[in-house]
T-cell receptor
Framework: SQQGEEDPQALSIQEGENATMNCSYKTSINNLQWYRQNSGRGLVHLILIRSNEREKHSGRLRVTLDTSKKSSSLLITASRAADTASYFCATRGSNYKLTFGKGTLLTVNP | GAVVSQHPSRVICKSGTSVKIECRSL??????MFWYRQFPKQSLMLMATSNEGSKATYEQGVEKDKFLINHASLTLSTLTVTSAHPEDSSFYIC????????????FGPGTRLTVT
């Protein structure tokens, strides 16, 4: 099965609410990264968390990593309509390859 | 910094023809470039890894004779889809990486290929 699987697959919220997306993976990792992709566009790197880190913040983003559970979460606080996009987690193991999850489609309604 | 471009952004070609997609790292030297494929509403799947000056390494299930990759310089990699078929229609995304530190990859904006 696929390394890096997000849930939920789709999430619809109102502007101003918080959005939480989860990612699970199966093998050991060096780091885990979150990306955003607007429809039909390339990827935007949001945040990277190393395997020895448990939490990281960047603006309205908060990422947690639990290596014992092989899971990560991405929290977007005070969401905006412009946050509407697909969000992917990607894991990097001992090599330099990234393995992407299936993604969460976030819709923020104005 | 760390800007990666792709050209063209969109291409339509007829079945049986070949099409080349370029990936350039504009402000850094990329020792390694990666090519991904993304079908609508699906995730990115790694197709191959290319290192400057050497043959590309293809992921399982990817036909090397159909998807030709050339990485002639530290700033340019090309993907040529040969004898394209409608099922090759997809979004192709490249990334360029520096094999140091966190091994971060920088992604291009993608190329939408439509084969008619």
């Amino acid at each position: 099965s696929q390394q890096g699987e997000e849930d939920p697959q789709a999430l619809s919220i109102q502007e101003g609410e918080n959005a939480t997306m989860n990612c699970s993976y199966k093998t050991s990792i060096n780091n885990l990264q979150w990306y955003r992709q607007n429809s039909g566009r390339g990827l935007v790197h949001l945040i990277l968390i190393r395997s020895n880190e448990r939490e990281k913040h960047s603006g309205r983003l908060r990422v947690t990593l639990d290596t014992s559970k092989k899971s990560s979460s991405l929290l977007i606080t005070a969401s905006r309509a412009a946050d509407t996009a697909s969000y992917f987690c990607a894991t990097r193991g001992s090599n330099y390859k990234l393995t992407f999850g299936k993604g969460t489609l976030l819709t923020v309604n104005p | 910094g760390a800007v990666v471009s792709q050209h063209p952004s969109r291409v339509i070609c007829k079945s049986g023809t070949s099409v080349k997609i370029e990936c350039r790292s504009l402000d850094f030297q990329a020792t390694t470039m990666f090519w991904y494929r993304q079908f609508p509403k699906q995730s990115l799947m790694l197709m191959a890894t290319s290192n400057e000056g050497s043959k590309a390494t293809y992921e399982q299930g990817v036909e090397k004779d159909k998807f030709l990759i050339n990485h002639a310089s530290l700033t340019l990699s090309t993907l040529t889809v040969t004898s394209a078929h409608p099922e090759d229609s997809s979004f192709y995304i490249c990334s360029a990486g520096r094999l140091a530190g966190t091994y971060e990859q920088y992604f291009g904006p993608g190329t939408r290929l439509t084969v008619t």
